[in-house]
């Protein structure tokens, strides 16, 4: 289908098809392109703007045009961002909205919506509202009738996941994990079965030690860890969970994203593991069925000794 955008372009085909569009017509053509945006009046509403997640250059033309013609700019950290207006030259109010000014700057913005301003909202890096304030703004503009608008853009989510190596046709975000094991040992085991690619952000001093509860919860599915995406230093890691939680070390630099593959058909679970192993421990050593039910089931033995220390502190008699 032909949009309107492709309407007013001219043409690039000639005799041959295989001829390529001058360098020196790109700036022009961007910079026509941006003129056009900055043109058009900005209607009343709250616009919520993807920014870079490293490379400035992945901004969009639209976002820069609305960067420029609203009213205010809404962000988490106003020194931070100022960082990418500056760098584009826009000259726009900028007001902080973050997890501790929310409820106080909520009712500000629609009034002010109310009124017929023109608001964006952007975070500190990405998309708007992933892993970042945002939700109850949106749902309360939204109930009160103001129109909401979503500009696409970077994502480190989608970023990460399209150049994981891992299946994309069904994935669940599942934000940040809690940062005490316990608690992370409980969520892990909820998304145990989830037949999907799972997408974690992780703070980079706590990335080995969810790395290893992963494998011990998923066995050693294949996964990635990527590291700085569309910065200088950008990394990706693809293996089994067991060996990026050995390569981990201590990582206490960059923005991190771990995925983890899907349950693969068949997967051994941790029940199906212990029930072996309490069948082999009535007449081995723990040494020795943990090496038989690794044997019989295809699984690492370590695994399955972890489980088996577990099993036998529980069923451990109490002292007096």
Not at 146 to 153: A, N
Not at 232 to 260: M, Q, W
């Amino acid at each position: 289908m032909e949009t309107d955008q492709d309407a007013e372009e001219p043409s690039d085909r000639g005799d041959d098809s295989g001829a390529q569009r001058p360098e020196s017509t790109i700036p022009a053509r961007a910079a026509g392109a941006v003129t056009r945006e900055l043109a058009k009046p900005l209607a009343s509403g709250l616009y919520l703007v993807a920014t870079p997640i490293g490379n400035l250059a992945d901004i969009t033309l639209r976002s820069l045009a609305v960067l420029a013609n609203a009213e205010t700019v809404y962000c988490e950290d106003t020194r931070h961002s100022r960082s990418l207006l500056d760098h584009f030259g826009i000259r726009t109010r900028m007001k902080p909205y973050h997890e501790h000014n929310a409820e106080a700057e909520r009712p500000v913005i629609l009034a002010a919506l109310e009124r017929g301003a023109r608001i964006a909202l952007i975070s500190d890096a990405g998309t708007p509202l992933v892993s970042d304030p945002g939700y109850k703004l949106v749902r309360d503009a939204a109930a009160a009738g103001h129109t909401v608008i979503s500009l696409p853009g970077a994502s480190a989510v989608l970023t990460a996941l399209t150049s994981s190596g891992l299946p994309t046709d069904t994935f669940l975000f599942a934000g940040f994990l809690p940062p005490k094991q316990a608690a992370r040992l409980t969520r892990l085991q909820e998304l145990a079965k989830v037949p999907a690619t799972l997408i974690f952000f992780e703070a980079p001093q706590r990335v080995a030690d969810s790395l290893t509860d992963m494998a011990s919860v998923f066995g050693n599915r294949n996964a990635a860890v990527a590291r700085e995406l569309t910065k200088l230093h950008e990394e990706i890691r693809r293996g089994g969970l067991a060996d990026l939680a050995a390569e981990a070390g201590d990582a206490t630099k960059g923005e991190f994203v771990i995925l983890v593959g899907p349950p693969v058909a068949g997967e051994v679970t941790d029940d199906a593991i212990t029930a072996a192993l309490s069948k082999a421990l009535g007449t081995m050593s723990l040494k020795d069925a943990a090496k038989a039910v690794a044997a019989e089931l295809s699984v690492s033995k370590s695994r399955v000794y972890d489980l088996g220390l577990a099993l036998k502190s529980i069923s451990k008699p109490a002292n007096g």
